[in-house]
Structure formats: C-alpha cells, structure tokens
C-alpha cells in the first residue's frame, strides 16, 4: 500500500469541542499549552510524513509505560486520529514486567476511562533480569531487550504492523553521543526501522520532540505516571551522563539540541571517514 502524507491544514486556533478529542476537554485551555500542544502535534506529523510511517487501514501498537513519553505519544496520537489525519487502528499495550510495587490498576483504569481499546500483558521479566545480573548491576539493557521481545510477540498476535515507542529528540542524540563515545560508531535511534525478523516496523513518532516539551505536556495534562525507577537500577548510567552534556551545551548555547537532531538527517557521507559509504578510491584528480 502507499505510504500516506498528513497534508490537512493545522489545528485553528480556536476549536469547539467537536474538533478535539475528549481527553483535552477538561484541560485548562491556556495561549501557553496551546503552543505547546500544536508544535508538538506538527513535530509528530513531520516525523510522520518524513519517514513514511502510515499505511492506512494497518493496526498499531502502542507501548505505554506509564511515563509521561508514552502517555503524550498515545494523547498526540489519538489527536491526530480524531482529527482525522491519522488512518490507523491504535492499540495501546503495557507490559506488566514485575517490578516490585508495580501498581497495576493505574493504567488500565486510565485507558478504560477514555476508551481506548488496550491490551494489559504480564510477563514476570524482572526475576530473570534479577537472577542473571549481580547485585548492583544496571538492569536496563537486559530488561529493554527483554521487553521490546515480548511486544513484538504481541505485535503479531494482534495483527499489528508496528510497533510504536515514545522516545523523543533526547532520547536519540544521548543514544548518538553513547555510540560515539564508548562504540565507536556514529548512530542513533532512527524514527523508523524494521525488526530483526523483517515482520515488525518499530516507529518513533516524537523523535523530533524535546524532553522538556512533553515533560510540560504531561503536566498539564495530569497523566497518573508511574515511576521508572521501581527496580532501583538507574544511578550511575552511561546514559545519565550524556544526559548532562546536553543539557550543558544547550545552557550554554540554546537551540543546540534542534540543530544536532536535525544534523542527524543532513549527513555528508563524502566528509566522513567509511568507504562503505562513498567510493574514495574512485576519486582523482583529473590526470
């Protein structure tokens, strides 16, 4: 099927209820999270379109952690498709992975509130990543291996053809710093890409999102979030401290973030360093 463009004109800036979906109808309507909500809903139709992410009439499935990513994915999402400009079937999924005081009634009463069809899985990762890893390790690496396995088994069993992740602007230039710094590589986390076994698109529809936008987003929207660090596992990561160089950089010289995402898709293979890339060997010098 044809990959679709989101090419409808943007929000008005005045709406009735009847051009919004009803999860926004109880929030404050302010000038402030207007803008915010409508450069955040043209990033996500941008990453879209861009990356040539809808096949109409196809189903997706959303992981929902119950952090404020993956609650303004799914509220951005279900947007879109009220407005019409979104013609997918969304099903939202959390995984249960058995981290000790879990509170398992948040999310499916939330989703059961707006009515948004959702499958709740429990798959008890925790004690394997517990019983492989020593005591004070980082879990995170196993247990997101883990999980995005058990989500790409549930793709298939609900006739999903992607699965959709909330990582943000943030998420893929720390990512991008990781691999330059301790792998010795430059990449980071695309807005698209297929799964091993060629069955699955994993799509990133906020990855021109800024952290701080939805962190504001989630605030005023009041999603009942759920503490990522229930297993205790997450001082002293590499991530964490790429995280800080960021946020240096762009104290120092703001807009640096927005530069560097968009650097990632404006790349000169002919000014870099890998002949995989471009044939050096066939240049010459006119002799």
């Not at 941008?46 to 993956?70: H, Q, Y």
């Not at 997101?144 to 992607?162: D, K, N, P, T, V």
């Not at 807009?255 to 890998?274: C, E, F, Q, T």
Request: hydrophobic share 40%; net charge negative; aromatic share 6%.
């Amino acid at each position: 099927m044809n990959e679709m463009i989101l090419t409808a004109p943007e929000p008005a800036e005045a709406e009735d209820a009847a051009s919004t979906h009803p999860m926004f109808r109880e929030i404050e309507s302010t000038v402030e999270f207007n803008k915010l909500r409508k450069r955040l809903i043209r990033l996500t139709r941008e990453a879209i379109d861009k990356f040539g992410m809808v096949r109409p009439g196809t189903r997706w499935l959303v992981a929902l952690s119950g952090g404020k990513d993956s609650y303004g994915l799914l509220a951005l999402l279900l947007d879109l498709k009220w407005r019409g400009l979104l013609p997918v079937e969304l099903l939202a999924c959390n995984l249960d992975q058995g981290q000790p005081n879990f509170p398992k009634h948040i999310l499916p009463e939330y989703l059961a509130k707006l009515g948004v069809p959702h499958r709740i899985e429990y798959q008890d990762t925790y004690s394997i990543v517990t019983d492989k890893l020593p005591a004070g390790a980082t879990y995170c690496s196993l247990c997101s291996r883990l999980r995005r396995g058990h989500l790409y088994r549930i793709a298939r069993e609900e006739g999903c053809s992607a699965l959709v992740l909330g990582h943000h602007r943030e998420d893929s230039l720390e990512t991008f710093f990781m691999n330059l710094f301790h792998g010795g590589k430059l990449a980071a986390m695309p807005g698209k890409l297929l799964n091993d076994e060629g069955d699955v698109e994993v799509l990133r529809p906020l990855i021109y999102c800024a952290e701080p936008d939805l962190a504001r987003f989630a605030e005023v929207m009041q999603f009942p979030i759920i503490p990522c660090d229930l297993c205790g596992s997450q001082d002293g990561l590499q991530r964490n401290a790429m995280k800080a160089m960021l946020d240096t950089m762009e104290k120092q010289m703001p807009g640096r973030k927005d530069v560097m995402i968009r650097a990632l898709g404006n790349v000169n293979a002919s000014h870099l360093l890998d002949p995989r890339l471009f044939d050096f060997a066939a240049l010459g010098g006119g002799q």
